[in-house]
């Protein structure tokens, strides 16, 4: 062993530790890492810096885009209504549909943005169900990262074991190539989780609980809001036709509110801001809020305005909840609008929301509101399009925004836009799967066509990309570099010789297997890809054998991370609400990673032949 490797060996303990203390944050360390190895000689400058110019990297920041534009749109939201609806009321249906639902979203997103979305999902069903939350979250963090083996570009450590073939000069995997293995460990995984979720029912913390963001329907108790909801069509008589908003008054002349405007355009249903300046059309559908008896009689609510009432399939419009939310904001003591109605203060000119709820001394206002003069610490409820709600955090003059419900984090700010984003989707997959283009260009078409069709923005899509984990791969490539040029990943390949060389094929793939998901229980699995890709394929070499199993074997292993909850992103998004300790994952993950490296080993040199 050279001293330039000792060198390499040296740096490369100091990046671990510092991984492993997240002191400082990782794409610093990766940043370090690039000025450290050209300053050391150890790589030159150029050589330092190639991750910027490699493909895969701009594939991983397209992919981020792609993953969110679904999250934009309501798909992701979407297919989890969907799992809840047809679950019913059954647990076990449950496990099994929320694992499939999230793996197959995961194959083609960021997993991590798969399970942030799922979460909230999973803890109104856990509420309903009256099932401790423990029993479904590590199913769902379980799912996220087996989703990462049935394509390959649904996790960064494949596109990286992939990167590596292609430096080697050899042909990389196809989009599908990992998907047979990760199909039988994905019904592995689920079999799984069914009998090892009843060792998961640890018991609610009230303290957690305490903390959980409020939801709508918290709201909607807390201010009495049950039953003033409204869902009133215009017939094609009506003499609101042509009116708007402000023309007809329905708070002047009524008491009630339009919350939001129902408009088909085009192919597709959009629910408007209610805008004092909107123009009222035949077949628009009204949202209404009105503090009435709620009566089946239209002609009680609004006399001769020929409204056909409609079916409500939420509680006050929470399934309008992708596009409409409510916020809860107080009157602190030099408030403006101390003293003034509710019809003074024109909230909907000012801001584009109605005000539909006031609390004072903990209790809902149960007099008439509008004519109500406001005081000192009043909290007020107010409703409209979510854009509009996060605007309010930029006021601070006339009040404070106390609290946001959960369901902000599933708003769907281009829900209209959900056919064209999934016209997008099918498009990148079918120019990955025929290779007409490269896959990089596959996924910046589907980026284009994106941003074409509106489902996201420039803004959007700059704050989508996780550069921490781009700076993270670019900055550990040239590791890969250094430990070939001093010698160290002929070292490596050669201990592993030396211990299993003399044994099975199947016993070498196991070691590698193992070697692989040992070292991501510390580090991202993305730079244990990085690490150990260049291994593999020498080792592959030194038995003249194919590479594509053994790189294959480290990409299922690098996403074998069910060990510990630091092991992957994914994990520690569970682990609050979940309720978890260190050793749950312990206890629940390894001997299911052991499961996974049985099937790898087994199935890898079955379906690629190693000679």
């Known amino acids: 062993?050279?001293?330039?490797?000792?060198?390499?060996?040296?740096?490369?303990?100091?990046?671990?530790?510092?991984?492993?203390?997240?002191?400082?944050?990782?794409?610093?360390?990766?940043?370090?890492?690039?000025?450290?190895?050209?300053?050391?000689?150890?790589?030159?400058?150029?050589?330092?810096?190639?991750?910027?110019?490699?493909?895969?990297?701009?594939?991983i920041a397209a992919l981020f885009v792609i993953g969110e534009g679904l999250v934009r749109t309501g798909i992701a939201s979407k297919l989890g209504d969907l799992l809840v609806t047809r679950a019913g009321g059954n647990e076990t249906r449950l496990v099994v549909l929320l694992m499939l639902a999230a793996a197959g979203l995961g194959s083609v997103m960021s997993s991590t943005g798969v399970v942030a979305i799922f979460i909230?999902?999973?803890?109104?069903?856990?509420?309903?169900?009256?099932?401790?939350?423990?029993?479904?979250?590590?199913?769902?963090?379980?799912?996220?990262?087996i989703s990462g083996m049935l394509t390959l570009v649904a996790t960064a450590p494949n596109l990286v074991v992939d990167s590596a073939l292609r430096h080697a000069e050899f042909a990389g995997f196809g989009l599908f190539s990992p998907t047979p293995f990760g199909l039988v460990i994905l019904v592995a995984g689920v079999a799984y989780m069914l009998v090892a979720r009843r060792w998961l029912s640890a018991k609610a913390d009230p303290s957690r609980l305490e903390n959980t963001p409020r939801t709508l329907l918290d709201l909607i108790r807390e201010y009495d809001l049950a039953g003033r909801e409204h869902r009133l069509r215009i017939g094609p008589d009506s003499p609101l036709i042509?009116?708007?908003l402000q023309e007809w008054d329905p708070r002047g002349r009524y008491g009630a509110n339009v919350v939001a405007v129902e408009r088909q355009v085009r192919f597709r249903r959009e629910v408007l801001a209610a805008r004092s300046e909107t123009k009222l059309a035949a077949d628009d559908v009204l949202l209404v809020d009105a503090p009435t008896s709620g009566s089946a009689e239209n002609a009680e609510l609004f006399p001769g305005l020929r409204l056909e009432r409609l079916l409500l399939e939420g509680s006050y419009f929470t399934d309008q909840s992708q596009q409409i939310g409510m916020a809860e904001v107080?009157?602190?003591?030099?408030?403006?609008l101390i003293g003034k109605s509710v019809v003074e203060l024109t909230f909907r000119r000012r801001y584009h929301l109605s005000l539909i709820g006031?609390?004072?001394?903990?209790?809902?206002?149960?007099?008439?509101?509008?004519?109500?003069?406001?005081?000192?610490?009043?909290?007020?409820?107010?409703?409209?399009?979510w854009k509009e709600i996060r605007q309010l955090q930029t006021q601070i003059h006339d009040f404070v925004v106390l609290s946001l419900p959960a369901e902000i984090n599933r708003a769907a700010p281009a829900l209209s836009q959900a056919p064209y984003a999934l016209l997008s989707l099918i498009v990148m997959i079918v120019l990955m799967i025929t290779g007409i283009v490269p896959n990089v260009i596959a996924a910046l078409i589907g980026c284009l066509l994106m941003g074409l069709f509106r489902c996201i923005d420039m803004n959007s899509a700059y704050k989508s990309i996780s550069w921490q984990?781009?700076?993270?791969?670019?900055?550990?490539?040239?590791?890969?570099?250094?430990?070939?040029?001093?010698?160290?990943?002929?070292?490596?390949?050669?201990?592993?010789l030396h211990l299993f060389g003399n044994s099975a094929v199947h016993v070498l793939l196991a070691a590698l297997f193992a070697l692989t998901a040992l070292i991501g229980l510390f580090i991202s699995n993305t730079v244990t890809a990085?690490?150990?890709?260049?291994?593999?394929?020498?080792?592959?070499?030194?038995?003249?054998?194919?590479?594509?199993?053994?790189?294959?074997?480290?990409?299922?292993?690098?996403?074998?991370?069910?060990?510990?909850?630091?092991?992957?992103?994914?994990?520690?998004?569970?682990?609050a609400p979940g309720r978890y300790q260190f050793i749950d994952f312990v206890k629940i993950g390894v001997p299911f990673a052991l499961v996974v490296m049985l099937i790898s080993v087994l199935m890898v040199p079955w379906l690629l032949p190693l000679y």
């Open 1 to 59: 062993m050279n001293s330039e490797l000792l060198l390499v060996i040296g740096l490369l303990l100091a990046c671990v530790g510092m991984f492993v203390a997240n002191k400082p944050r990782m794409d610093v360390v990766a940043l370090l890492a690039i000025v450290v190895l050209p300053l050391c000689g150890l790589t030159s400058v150029p050589e330092a810096l190639a991750g910027f110019s490699d493909p895969n990297i701009i594939l």
């Open 530 to 575: 990085v690490l150990m890709a260049p291994i593999a394929l020498s080792l592959a070499h030194h038995l003249k054998a194919s590479p594509y199993p053994f790189a294959m074997i480290v990409a299922l292993a690098a996403s074998t991370a069910f060990m510990t909850p630091i092991s992957s992103p994914v994990n520690m998004l569970v682990l």
């Open 469 to 496: 984990i781009l700076l993270l791969i670019v900055g550990m490539m040239p590791f890969a570099l250094a430990l070939q040029k001093t010698g160290g990943i002929e070292l490596a390949v050669e201990g592993l």
């Open 330 to 336: 107080i009157l602190p003591p030099n408030s403006s």
């Open 120 to 145: 909230p999902v999973v803890l109104g069903i856990a509420e309903r169900l009256s099932v401790p939350p423990g029993r479904l979250m590590m199913p769902l963090s379980f799912a996220g990262l």
């Open 242 to 244: 042509g009116q708007t």
């Open 358 to 385: 006031l609390r004072r001394a903990q209790r809902a206002f149960a007099g008439k509101l509008l004519e109500e003069k406001l005081q000192s610490g009043d909290t007020l409820l107010l409703i409209g399009p």
